[in-house]
């Protein structure tokens, strides 16, 4: 697999997250060999469902809402 900043070699890595709870977790990840940027399944999940959104707001032809102006008193 290819790295999606760098474009280098990604390899199964496994990492100890001590921050998120009281007990040590191990998880597997992908880390690239050249940048170092990490993908675990969470990440990977949260960039798939964001890109999802966007590609809908784009076929839906979503546009802001505008406000209204201010009202004088």
Excluded at 24 to 36: D, K, N, S
Excluded at 45 to 61: K, S, V, Y
Aim: include cysteine; glycine fraction near 4%; charged fraction near 20%.
């Amino acid at each position: 697999m290819r790295c999606t900043k760098c474009c280098g070699l990604m390899v199964v890595d496994h990492l100890l997250d001590m921050k998120e709870s009281y007990l040590p977790m191990w998880m597997q990840a992908l880390r690239c060999l050249t940048c170092g940027n990490i993908v675990d399944p969470l990440i990977h999940f949260h960039r798939a469902t964001q890109q999802a959104q966007r590609a809908r707001r784009l076929t839906t032809g979503f546009t802001r809402k505008t406000t209204r102006p201010a009202v004088a008193a």
